[in-house]
């Protein structure tokens, strides 16, 4: 009896391809059976897990011993008078530079450091000031609007809680934490983009969601290091651990660091 012969294939009509990324026909991929039309996972294999053992008490110390080091007086780089500006500056900062941010603010500080000055200003000539900035009219609302929250409700002083704070208007998690750290010297670490890059790179603190590495952060640094935690981290991610290429050779900790793909050779003049 002759060999069957295959069944002839069809091809689309029109000449149509299968769309990128999906199954064209239902088959088997890896001993899975995958339908027609249904999106392909990148790669299909088993998924392992790679987080690694977390950092003894000891190496912490010793971690933030050398950025305090480093760094012994730690500062802000956003410019500010006042816990009011300084609130201010900080709902400016979202998505900008502190540097842009601060070439806006030192004019307006210098005739709107209070709330209630900042009322007497107005929305126009406030975003008339921050229209460097990116989202300035929307900052403006925010801060026309959180100014007067103050003003109403606080006295026209900034609150000293987190929660009072993050119902103002532009002020979220971050910004609460910043204000609470730096102006009224409460131990909280902010994470931002720097500081969540470092805290997963080093890593100290594995975690998909800034929340999480702020509340690891603040559960495993030592209480001697943690009020001034949040400068030392983000300094250190801005300027050499940093998001393209971190500057391992002149990195005070890279015995400690447990990154895979560290530079071997320091950057060369204008890259």
């Given at each position: 009896m002759p060999a069957r012969k295959p069944p002839p294939v069809t091809k689309p009509a029109g000449g149509e391809k299968a769309a990128p990324g999906r199954a064209a026909k239902g088959r088997t991929i890896q001993n899975k059976t995958v339908k027609a039309g249904a999106r392909l996972a990148k790669p299909l294999v088993a998924r392992i897990d790679t987080t690694p053992e977390p950092v003894d008490p000891a190496t912490l110390a010793t971690i933030f011993s050398r950025l305090r080091d480093a760094n012994p007086e730690p500062r802000a780089e956003l410019?500010?008078?006042?816990?009011?500006?300084?609130?201010?500056?900080?709902?400016?900062?979202?998505?900008?530079?502190?540097?842009?941010?601060?070439?806006?603010?030192?004019?307006?500080?210098?005739?709107?450091?209070?709330?209630?000055?900042?009322?007497?200003l107005g929305e126009e000539r406030v975003r008339h000031a921050i229209r460097t900035i990116g989202l300035f009219n929307t900052k403006a609302k925010n801060?026309?609007?959180?100014?007067?929250?103050?003003?109403?409700?606080?006295?026209?002083?900034?609150?000293?809680?987190?929660?009072?704070?993050?119902?103002?208007?532009?002020?979220?998690?971050k910004t609460?934490?910043?204000?609470?750290?730096?102006?009224?010297?409460?131990?909280?670490?902010?994470?931002?983009?720097?500081?969540?890059?470092?805290?997963?790179?080093?890593?100290?603190?594995?975690?998909?969601?800034?929340?999480?590495?702020?509340?690891?952060?603040?559960?495993?640094v030592p209480e001697p290091f943690l009020l001034n935690a949040h400068h030392w981290l983000i300094l250190f991610g801005r300027y050499v651990?940093?998001?393209?290429?971190?500057?391992?050779?002149?990195?005070?900790?890279?015995?400690?660091?447990?990154?895979?793909?560290?530079?071997?050779?320091?950057?060369?003049?204008g890259a």
């Open positions: 410019h500010y008078i006042n816990a009011y500006t300084l609130l201010v500056a900080v709902v400016l900062s979202a998505q900008a530079t502190d540097k842009g941010v601060n070439i806006a603010t030192t004019p307006l500080f210098a005739i709107a450091d209070t709330p209630q000055k900042m009322l007497d801060v026309i609007a959180l100014s007067r929250i103050l003003v109403e409700r606080h006295g026209g002083v900034v609150p000293r809680t987190a929660e009072e704070l993050e119902v103002l208007p532009g002020v979220g998690a609460a934490s910043v204000v609470l750290n730096v102006a009224f010297g409460v131990p909280r670490i902010a994470v931002d983009t720097h500081i969540f890059r470092v805290a997963n790179r080093i890593p100290l603190v594995v975690a998909a969601t800034t929340d999480k590495v702020q509340a690891g952060l603040e559960r495993i651990c940093k998001a393209r290429r971190p500057e391992c050779p002149r990195c005070p900790i890279a015995d400690l660091c447990r990154y895979p793909s560290k530079t071997v050779t320091p950057l060369s003049a």
